[in-house]
């Protein structure tokens, strides 16, 4: 059985080389849009974490981006909270909810479908976290169509 003689890793440590950078660092043009789109359940994987991050990052580098919360992705824009709305139960458990908050915060737009907020969820608008924007069903398709048509960066984000 082969040996391995190296020392234990600890706090510190650097396992890799997270400096070293492959790609020219991209900014967006005057004008330019981004739109993340989300089909999925709150939690249910690290996408909605991840692409909240990478819809800030993409803010962040001048592109004028939304994201687009449709089907179970509408549970990512609810209030939660326990034991009252806006509560931490456990550590991370709002981390969506913040993440949509600073996204909004920093200029960025997030819409939500009116019929999965009522048709499968039996949620009210008054469910989604201050501005986030309810949309018409039809305007799902429409609101990819038009950053479509402007050219934007789209990142479409499903699980099943």
């Known amino acids: 059985m082969p040996t391995v003689e190296r020392e234990m ?10 400096e070293e950078k ?15 789109t989300f089909h999925t359940v709150a939690f249910e994987g690290s996408i909605s974490i991840v692409n909240t991050l990478s ?9 004028e981006t939304s994201i687009l919360l449709y089907g179970p992705g509408v549970t990512m824009g609810f ?34 479908c009116r019929f999965s907020t009522q048709a499968l969820y039996g949620q009210t608008e008054k469910a989604f976290i201050p501005g986030i924007i309810p949309i018409n069903p039809l305007d799902v398709l429409d609101c990819i169509l038009m950053h479509k048509k402007a050219n934007a960066v789209i990142m479409d984000s499903w699980t099943v």
């Open 55 to 63: 819809a800030t990052r993409l803010q962040r580098k001048g592109y």
């Open 79 to 112: 209030q939660r909270g326990f034991p009252t709305l806006g509560d931490e139960a456990f550590p991370g458990h709002l981390f969506v909810n913040e993440r949509l908050k600073k996204f909004m915060e920093e200029g960025g737009k997030v819409y939500a």
């Open 22 to 36: 492959v790609f020219e660092d991209f900014k967006a043009e005057p004008g330019e849009k981004a739109l993340v």
């Open 9 to 18: 890793n600890k706090d510190g440590d650097f396992l890799v080389d997270y």
